[in-house]
């Protein structure tokens, strides 16, 4: 038996398209969500909603600035829940492994580590209990957060909501993505070594 109900997926299915149905209010409540226990990333309403809006510059700064706000409020939220919860509380869902990792990440960058988590694939609704049961400070934590998010959700503004049709066309060259192979290749095996080095360090 499983940790999750059985129809705990097509529930996520009918929340999202929900969210969606909702625009910018949706987006808001997914992202707010997102950073603090559901794990649909902004970016199922954020892209698409991107796509639509290419060549309004002012409705794509307002996706922007709304799903940027909301994160980093969520992971406040979840700041706070691991501040009263505690470790014990986290690791009933977290893998201790994962708790050792972000511990790690947390204790050797401070503020740094929460933007590589706001700015990356690392789980950011994690990274802020933990910071929260570390009592990081709460400052440098937002400020950290509205950077790394920030940045990320800026790229994606500009990269597909401004240069969307550009970016299409050119994703239709074959040597495009070799080349975007190699890079992620380039990026990929040495964040590994890094990430398992955070779990070493820790032991």
Do not use: C
Request: glycine share 10%; hydrophobic share 55%.
């Amino acid at each position: 038996m499983g940790l999750l109900p059985p129809d705990f997926w097509s529930r996520i299915d009918t929340f999202v398209e929900w969210a969606a149905d909702l625009g910018l209010p949706g987006l808001a409540i997914l992202s707010f969500t997102e950073a603090i226990i559901q794990p649909v990333p902004p970016e199922a309403l954020t892209l698409p909603m991107f796509i639509a809006e290419q060549g309004n510059p002012g409705m794509i700064f307002l996706i922007w600035l709304v799903v940027t706000l909301t994160s980093v409020a969520g992971a406040m939220v979840g700041w706070w829940m691991g501040k009263i919860l505690g470790r014990r509380f986290a690791e009933r869902f977290i893998k201790p492994k994962h708790v050792a990792r972000l511990d790690g990440l947390i204790v050797r960058y401070g503020s740094a580590g929460i933007f590589i988590a706001a700015i990356s694939p690392i789980p950011y609704k994690v990274l802020a209990w933990i910071a929260g049961m570390g009592e990081m400070d709460y400052r440098q934590f937002i400020v950290a957060g509205l950077w790394g998010r920030g940045l990320r959700f800026g790229i994606q503004a500009v990269v597909i909501g401004i240069w969307g049709d550009e970016l299409l066309t050119a994703l239709t060259n074959p040597v495009v993505w070799i080349l975007l192979s190699v890079v992620l290749i380039a990026i990929l095996i040495p964040a590994k070594k890094w990430w398992d080095g955070l779990l070493d360090e820790e032991e």
